[in-house]
Antibody, heavy 118, light 110 residues
Framework: QVQLVESGGGLVKPGGSLRLSCAAS????????MIWIRQAPGKGLEWVSY????????YYADSLKGRFTISRDNAKNSLFLQMNSLRDEDTAVYYC???????????WGQGTLVTVSS | QSALTQPASVSGSPGQSITISCTGT?????????VSWYQQHPGKAPKLMIY???NRPSGVSNRFSGSKSGNTASLTISGLQAEDEADYYC??????????FGTGTTVTVL
């Protein structure tokens, strides 16, 4: 069965960096677009970034202003999110998810909490 | 990349039907059949309930249905049950090759 397991979250000071990882299993990883979505405490869902199966088609939410970088290692069935210059407002649960053929999201990880605070 | 507009809350009694709207523009909801809906219970990851405007994934109750008219998509829950109490989000692909979520709706079963 499809499994997505995020890791790498934690407490970081403003201006710091963090790298999130997502280990995928149960499907042919390289065949699918993958996406990062976040949810600030008590707030709604916000799309962060997505990447296609080959890694050459990448988009980011405008609000990130170049601070985040998405990547993937198909040989290791892994998705990554490098987050730099972190701000208080980046505090959220970050979900890794698999994108279906017509952009719906049919599988989600359990989420990893990132807390940006001094 | 403005969020799609949903009502903050909708409520209904058990057995009733409720409808959640999701309003976008011709660049997102109105321009594509790629609208989906997600249910989220507190502390849990979201769950896909409807995709491609009106399709239900296997395992999702047929009490959930979706539709679209112009720039507004809708999710209808019929025969409301206590377990339907949750947050619901719409989501759409956009003409900028990005995706966007709705603002979210809290459903309360009275």
């Amino acid at each position: 069965q499809v499994q997505l397991v995020e890791s790498g979250g934690g407490l970081v000071k403003p201006g710091g960096s963090l790298r999130l990882s997502c280990a995928a299993s149960g499907f042919i990883f390289s065949d699918f677009y993958m996406i990062w979505i976040r949810q600030a405490p008590g707030k709604g869902l916000e799309w962060v970034s997505y990447i296609n199966g080959g890694g050459g088609d990448i988009y980011y939410a405008d609000s990130l202003k170049g601070r985040f970088t998405i990547s993937r290692d198909n040989a290791k069935n892994s998705l990554f999110l490098q987050m730099n210059s972190l701000r208080d407002e980046d505090t959220a649960v970050y979900y890794c998810a698999r994108v279906g053929s017509t952009w719906f999201i049919n599988y989600w990880g359990q989420g990893t909490l990132v807390t940006v605070s001094s | 990349q403005s969020a799609l507009t949903q009502p903050a809350s909708v409520s209904g009694s058990p057995g009733q039907s409720i409808t959640i709207s999701c309003t976008g523009t011709s660049s997102d909801v109105g321009g594509y059949k790629y609208v989906s809906w997600y249910q989220q219970h507190p502390g849990k990851a979201p769950k896909l309930m409807i995709y491609d405007v009106s399709n239900r994934p296997s395992g999702v109750s047929n009490r959930f249905s979706g539709s679209k008219s112009g720039n507004t998509a809708s999710l209808t829950i019929s025969g409301l049950q206590a377990e339907d109490e949750a947050d619901y989000y719409c989501y759409s692909y956009t003409s900028s090759s990005t995706v966007v979520f709705g603002t979210g709706t809290t459903v309360t079963v009275l």
